[in-house]
């Protein structure tokens, strides 16, 4: 779906160069999130999601070169 929507705001060449996942303890690390809510999601988040609560993502894309969007082919 991100790929989508880079490709739906006129982006080439787009690529997913890494996804990995962060956990509650790599989220820990940013100041992100108040340590209250940080506390809140160990309580209550199964054990088993601790290590994968959300995923880095790093995407390339370029803009297209000027001129290029109104070109015809």
Do not use: W
């Amino acid at each position: 779906m991100l790929v989508k929507k880079f490709a739906n705001v006129g982006f080439e060449e787009i690529g997913v160069t890494d996804r990995r996942p962060f956990g509650l303890e790599d989220i820990r690390r940013y100041s992100l999130f108040s340590p209250d809510f940080l506390d809140f999601l160990q309580r209550t988040m199964p054990r088993s999601r601790h290590g994968e609560l959300v995923y880095s993502t790093v995407v390339t894309a370029r803009k297209p070169r000027e001129g290029a969007a109104h070109a015809v082919h």
